[in-house]
């Protein structure tokens, strides 16, 4: 199927080239390791690359260029490439969580953890792209969507992994099709496979 549409331009977070060249990334807890990654990366120049030691780990930014979410609020998702080095960091990461706001502590929102990625395969070795859903967030005190200037990741990890990477995170409005079709695979048989033709009386 080929659907020729115009999309609404997704809204950058943070371009992740730089640790302050729009506000200042930090670790949270007890991440480590905060540097540029120019070698592995998906848009612009560079990721950012750390270590986390435990789950809650993860790295945050509270002075962005304000971006105004008015159109956007409870309507877009959050969208980002986050790359595991290796099948033993794999082996080890459960989930990750995002938090977006006018604060970290007061108002914002937080997604609930992603276990897969945005098509609904498993996590990877190398990189992931990960849709967070604005409707399965949960509201902190009350966010005014014009003004949201800070964000969050943090994982879920069974053991200590290094060198993690996330790279463009950006606010995406999706839209939805309803497509009608013909299909010649109107059967199923009992296996729930569907066919063209029945075979068996127990075919539905």
Known sequence: IRINWRPR???????????????????VAGATGLKVQTLFKVSG???????????????????????????????ADVFGF????????????????????????TNYWQSAAKTDQAD???????????????????????VTPATIDSFRIVFNVDAAISNLKVDNFVFAVGRNFDIKYYSAFAFKNSSGTFIIRPTSDSDE
């Open 82 to 105: 986050i790359h595991i080095p290796t099948s033993a960091a794999l082996a080890n990461f459960n989930s990750a969580t995002v938090r977006w706001g006018n604060d970290l502590t």
């Open 120 to 142: 609904g395969t498993a996590f990877k070795v190398g990189w992931n792209l990960i849709k967070w859903l604005w409707s399965d967030a949960t509201e902190v005190g009350t």
């Open 9 to 27: 331009a997704p809204i950058t977070i943070n371009e992740m080239n730089s640790l302050s060249a729009n506000g200042t990334w930090s670790a």
């Open 45 to 75: 120049n560079a990721s950012i690359e750390f270590d986390v030691a435990a789950t809650g780990d993860g790295i945050q930014n509270t002075g962005l260029s304000t971006i105004d979410l008015t159109d956007e609020d409870e309507v």
